[in-house]
């Protein structure tokens, strides 16, 4: 007689492959593909704008009337005179060391410059994009109940109207007018200035008035489709309260074109606080790249674009892990 012989070990699923088969991975492994190919053109471009602008930017930032020896020595500091390749490579280098560059007109460390002005800045367009969140969704969502069926067609025009007015109306421009009336004209906010929470009132209006606006009309419409959904008359029909029928079936539904709309107008939000900082005197990045532009800085010219393009960038690809989480059956498993 012989042995039995012993059944070979079932195969183990390894690490590797459990995390090849998740749905999640391949989401993540392709947000983070399109970062990083995204960063990488976004430093490809600011590195080249010293390059294409005409001329020589060293003596552009210095002045007509700089002596040679300085236009040299700033030069041979910034390593222009090296080959394009290896300024590049010393440039992509720097960046992951943290290292900016060197201001050409203060000599001051770009990212030292940047650290100052970042949190104003910050604060200014996380504290817009609040406001337009906490007054957008309520906002649609009652003029969505307001308006259903074809009810109250005033009320409804002249909530399209007005958004649509006010949205289209540049945040520069708005700005100027809450200035003028509220800041010089009333007298009840201060116009200029970051100092204390009364400064942020205007600069905050005219940032999210218009984008609060233009998301309450998306919020109302994507809540006027749901309403019409069968589960939505189910609820109806079993005579939940009203308020639980909005907030616990309309609302969820409603949440991915929100969040859409809402990551797009953050990225715009950022954007946009360049010209409403400068509208008030507000101690930020926009302000700062302004100034660097006048004075022909590239270098800080080049550090800030790389700040604002990151920053947008990363906002989208938390919206894109938001959309997930809300609805993963149409965002994780796309191709």
């Known amino acids: 007689?012989?042995?039995?012989?012993?059944?070979?070990?079932?195969?183990?699923?390894?690490?590797?492959?459990?995390?090849?088969?998740?749905?999640?991975?391949?989401?993540?492994?392709?947000?983070?593909?399109?970062?990083?190919?995204?960063?990488?053109?976004?430093?490809?471009?600011?590195?080249?704008?010293?390059?294409?602008?005409?001329?020589?930017p060293v003596r552009a930032a210095l002045g007509v009337t700089a002596p040679p020896d300085l236009v040299d020595a700033r030069r041979e500091a910034l390593g222009?005179?090296?080959?394009?390749?290896?300024?590049?490579?010393?440039?992509?280098?720097?960046?992951?060391?943290?290292?900016?560059?060197?201001?050409?007109?203060?000599?001051?460390p770009v990212?030292?410059?940047?650290?100052?002005?970042?949190?104003?800045?910050?604060?200014?367009?996380?504290?817009?994009?609040?406001?337009v969140m906490l007054a957008a969704i309520p906002l649609g969502l009652a003029m969505a109940v307001l308006t259903r069926g074809g009810r109250r067609r005033g009320a409804e025009l002249g909530f399209t109207?007005?958004?649509?007015?006010?949205?289209?109306?540049?945040?520069?421009?708005?700005?100027?007018?809450?200035?003028?009336?509220?800041?010089?004209?009333?007298?009840?906010?201060?116009?200029?200035?970051?100092?204390?929470?009364?400064?942020?009132?205007l600069p905050v209006v005219a940032l999210a008035l218009g984008p609060a606006l233009l998301m309450a009309r998306i919020v109302r419409v994507e809540a006027l489709a749901v309403m019409d959904e069968d589960f939505v008359r189910t609820a109806r029909a079993k005579r939940l309260p009203p308020l639980r029928v909005y907030l616990r079936h309309v609302f969820p539904n409603a949440l991915t074109s929100t969040l859409t709309i809402g990551g797009l107008l953050l990225s715009g939000m950022i954007v946009g606080t360049v010209l409403v900082e400068n509208v008030f005197a507000w101690p930020g990045m926009g302000m700062t790249i302004v100034s660097s532009i006048l004075a022909k800085d590239y270098p800080v010219v080049q550090g800030i674009v790389l700040v604002y393009g990151a920053a947008v960038l990363l906002v989208n690809l938390v919206v894109d892990v938001l959309l997930a989480v809300a609805d993963p059956r149409s965002t994780i498993r796309e191709g």
């Open 1 to 56: 007689m012989t042995a039995p012989v012993a059944a070979p070990p079932a195969p183990t699923r390894t690490r590797v492959s459990a995390w090849a088969g998740n749905p999640w991975a391949g989401f993540l492994l392709r947000r983070l593909g399109r970062l990083a190919v995204s960063l990488a053109v976004l430093v490809t471009l600011a590195f080249g704008m010293i390059h294409l602008i005409p001329g020589d």
């Open 80 to 108: 222009l005179n090296d080959p394009i390749g290896v300024q590049y490579v010393d440039y992509v280098r720097s960046l992951f060391s943290g290292d900016l560059g060197i201001s050409m007109t203060s000599g001051v």
């Open 111 to 131: 990212s030292e410059t940047i650290g100052q002005r970042l949190p104003a800045t910050a604060s200014l367009a996380v504290a817009a994009f609040v406001v």
């Open 161 to 201: 109207s007005t958004s649509a007015v006010v949205a289209a109306i540049p945040e520069f421009l708005l700005a100027v007018g809450l200035v003028f009336v509220f800041g010089v004209t009333l007298g009840w906010f201060p116009v200029a200035g970051r100092s204390h929470a009364a400064s942020y009132v």
